[in-house]
Nanobody, 126 residues
Framework: QVQLVESGGGLVQPGDSLRLSCAPS????????MGWFRQAPGKEREFVAA????????YYADSVKGRFTISRVNAKNTVYLQMNSLKPEDTAVYYC???????????????????WGQGTQVTVSS
């Protein structure tokens, strides 16, 4: 099975930056897309950012566009999320996800992904 491991979360003040990473373990897989989602206490998991692996085309939620940047290292199936100008409302557990199915799909929704990491906590507080 494919396992994804997130890292890089922590406690920061508003306006600070963090860089999250997501690295795979377990069996090898053909990667078609990876994304970042987040879930705050008592709320549904929501889309943050995603990248189509072959083209590198990126997608962002309106709430993070202009502040967050998703990037990939193709050969390692590794994805990063650079988070700048963090706000208290960014506080959540951040999960990375991988899609291994080759068929085209919208990659801004949870149902398009096949594997998920365990999450890393990001807390933005003054």
């Amino acid at each position: 099975q494919v396992q994804l491991v997130e890292s890089g979360g922590g406690l920061v003040q508003p306006g600070d930056s963090l860089r999250l990473s997501c690295a795979p373990s377990g069996r090898t897989f053909n990667n078609y897309a990876m994304g970042w989602f987040r879930q705050a206490p008592g709320k549904e998991r929501e889309f943050v950012a995603a990248v189509r692996w072959s083209s590198g085309f990126t997608y962002y939620a309106d709430s993070v566009k202009g502040r967050f940047t998703i990037s990939r290292v193709n050969a390692k199936n590794t994805v990063y999320l650079q988070m700048n100008s963090l706000k208290p409302e960014d506080t959540a557990v951040y999960y990375c996800a991988a899609r291994i199915r080759p068929a085209y799909a919208v990659i801004t929704i949870t149902g398009s992904y096949d594997y998920w990491g365990q999450g890393t906590q990001v807390t933005v507080s003054s």
